[in-house]
């Protein structure tokens, strides 16, 4: 069902509310409400119930914002004392924001913090802001090493933003996984088969059958290339946030254990080119074969999310009811 | 034939003295011979008399070793004033390698300097040193855009190394295209097809003929997540270096212009964690079907410039004939 955008926004608020103060529920909500926007759902108000039960169940202590430690005028770790993920990450970027403008680029380093949502909404607020940012973050190992028969890695996604000249910004979020768990999830609710190359079942072998897939690993997208870059994300971020690592990594799937992984962001204080001829250029080039157009990532989000602003969002039944149960 | 490691060293340095002093001369070959040592002749003494040509057409300077300009106390703004790739990316490392150890984490970005090699080897010996290092490089237009049908998008590479405990480290490095221009020159050498999906022809239509890829366009690895990723490193670097940016890019392929991509770096002074036994546990997976064991991203390198060190480098005898006439 279409539900109108602040009805969602105040109602999920309120599922907040008896947990936790109005400023910490509007930046939790506002960071999910902006994947169901840009139609990213498996990122958006769906995860509400899990967060609300998470703080039920102590893993998660919404009334922190995290402790912050400068280990050099540019580099702040932050332990985020199992606050709420966006409610960490906005206030470890207010700090990078401000320390940018003199160092030139910033960095925190967050352990101990909950699911951040998608790292785009990041990147994209700071490249609003004039700022390049670079976003890594760790997740539940869910992806094999090429060659590999588990799941070791986790589905680690990268974002970058930044402006592009004339008050326009480039944003691109991907994992680095082939697929999400979540699409794999679908296929087997849906009981449709995937497709060849996504996933090995749970023995190591490669498999089109999405139930047996879901307790088995997701490619690694690109092949060894992108092994080896889910892999570095993941050695780079545990390591300088002194997070776990791969099959060590708990929290952000359940309800009941201490999220223990780990996210990184880079912000630089840069020239601002203007880049928009050079994104028009490729925008304006004639499709390949097959394809309707040039996308630039990012765009269609965007797009999305204008459109959803003004006619609501396409909520399961289910989950509308939950949410509304929640606000009591 | 096999070159004896030392006396490719010698010859190849000899071959630059006559264009400009000692040091830097060293700094350019030991870049090369550690690709060749690697076993990535496409990086290696093989790119040495173009090398040679740019310093006599003017186009490089071997003097130089950039100009350098701290746009705050950890971004480093570098003019390599056409110098030799590898000596101003040396010389703003080391700028870095002071620096960061009081702020934490620090970048330079340079444009106006010549190519500069594999990133893996900034990255290794960052790594070496107990820093984590980010390193992205631009090159000329020879991706296409997802979806599109001409080159727009560097192959530009990234390399991510950091220490992983004990005195190791952790390096990859890899192109964010599907292939080299290298590898589709070397199959039209050899008058063999590439295989489906590498490469456009001059057209934009899918080829496997290796010779009309030459003037055509390399897919993007992992498709649209690898289009994404090598868009957003195309516009991050062009922006914070200042650089070129898409079809303007010239000067790594070539005698007789100015080198005008721009090089990313971006330097963090944070914990090492003790990572070998993930590292080893992914070692010793069970490999898939299909595979002999699961590979550590930049082991494989290591181990071959051991065996290369000991054994010597197998060169095309005219390339050494080159060379040698190079050194007079």
Same mark, same amino acid.
């Given at each position: 069902?279409?539900?109108?955008?602040?009805? @969602?926004?105040? !109602? /999920?608020?309120?599922?907040?509310?008896?947990?936790?103060?109005? #400023?910490?529920?509007?930046?939790?909500?506002?960071?999910?409400?902006?994947? #169901?926007?840009?139609?990213? /759902?498996?990122?958006?108000?769906?995860?509400?119930?899990?967060?609300?039960?998470?703080?039920?169940?102590?893993?998660?202590?919404?009334?922190?914002?995290?402790?912050?430690?400068?280990? &050099?005028?540019?580099?702040?770790?932050?332990?985020?004392?199992?606050?709420?993920?966006?409610?960490?990450?906005?206030?470890?970027?207010?700090?990078?924001?401000?320390?940018? +403008? +003199? =160092?030139?680029?910033?960095?925190?380093?967050? !352990?101990?913090?909950?699911?951040?949502?998608?790292?785009?909404?990041?990147?994209?607020?700071?490249?609003?802001?004039?700022?390049?940012?670079?976003?890594?973050?760790?997740?539940?190992?869910?992806?094999?090493?090429?060659?590999? +028969?588990?799941?070791?890695?986790? =589905?680690? $996604?990268?974002?970058?933003?930044?402006?592009?000249?004339?008050?326009? *910004?480039?944003?691109?979020?991907?994992?680095?996984? @082939?697929?999400?768990?979540?699409?794999?999830? #679908?296929?087997?609710?849906?009981?449709?088969?995937?497709?060849?190359?996504?996933?090995?079942?749970?023995?190591?072998?490669?498999?089109?059958?999405?139930?047996?897939?879901?307790?088995?690993?997701?490619?690694?997208?690109?092949?060894?290339?992108?092994?080896?870059?889910?892999?570095?994300?993941?050695?780079?971020?545990?390591?300088?946030? %002194?997070?776990?690592?791969? +099959?060590?990594? =708990?929290?952000? @799937?359940?309800?009941? !254990?201490?999220?223990?992984?780990?996210?990184?962001? *880079?912000?630089? %204080?840069?020239?601002?080119?203007?880049?928009?001829?050079?994104?028009?250029?490729?925008?304006?080039?004639?499709?390949?074969?097959?394809?309707?157009?040039?996308?630039? $990532?990012?765009?269609?989000?965007?797009?999305?999310?204008?459109?959803?602003?003004?006619?609501?969002?396409?909520? $399961?039944? !289910? @989950?509308? &009811?939950?949410?509304?149960?929640?606000?009591?």
């Amino acid at each position: 069902m279409i539900i109108d955008l602040e009805t @969602l926004r105040k !109602t /999920s608020v309120s599922a907040l509310l008896n947990l936790t103060g109005p #400023d910490h529920a509007a930046q939790q909500i506002d960071l999910l409400l902006d994947a #169901d926007l840009r139609g990213i /759902s498996s990122h958006g108000v769906l995860r509400l119930p899990r967060i609300a039960q998470r703080i039920r169940n102590g893993v998660t202590d919404p009334s922190q914002t995290g402790c912050h430690n400068w280990r &050099g005028e540019g580099f702040l770790q932050v332990d985020g004392k199992r606050g709420l993920g966006p409610v960490v990450a906005n206030a470890a970027i207010a700090a990078l924001e401000d320390r940018v +403008r +003199r =160092t030139g680029v910033a960095m925190a380093a967050i !352990t101990n913090s909950n699911h951040i949502g998608m790292l785009g909404y990041y990147c994209e607020a700071a490249a609003l802001k004039g700022l390049s940012m670079i976003a890594l973050s760790t997740s539940e190992a869910l992806v094999h090493p090429w060659g590999g +028969r588990r799941a070791m890695i986790g =589905t680690n $996604p990268v974002a970058i933003g930044l402006p592009v000249g004339g008050g326009e *910004i480039f944003m691109m979020d991907t994992a680095t996984g @082939l697929v999400s768990m979540g699409e794999i999830h #679908d296929h087997a609710n849906r009981s449709v088969p995937i497709p060849e190359g996504w996933a090995l079942d749970g023995e190591g072998r490669p498999t089109t059958d999405a139930e047996a897939a879901k307790s088995g690993a997701i490619a690694p997208f690109g092949g060894p290339k992108g092994y080896a870059l889910g892999l570095a994300f993941e050695l780079l971020v545990s390591s300088l946030a %002194d997070a776990a690592i791969g +099959r060590d990594v =708990t929290g952000t @799937l359940d309800d009941d !254990t201490i999220c223990n992984k780990g996210d990184v962001f *880079i912000l630089a %204080d840069g020239p601002v080119a203007d880049m928009r001829p050079y994104l028009d250029a490729i925008r304006s080039e004639m499709p390949a074969e097959g394809f309707d157009r040039v996308l630039i $990532p990012g765009e269609r989000g965007r797009a999305s999310r204008k459109t959803r602003a003004a006619a609501g969002i396409d909520l $399961p039944e !289910t @989950l509308w &009811g939950d949410i509304r149960n929640l606000a009591g």
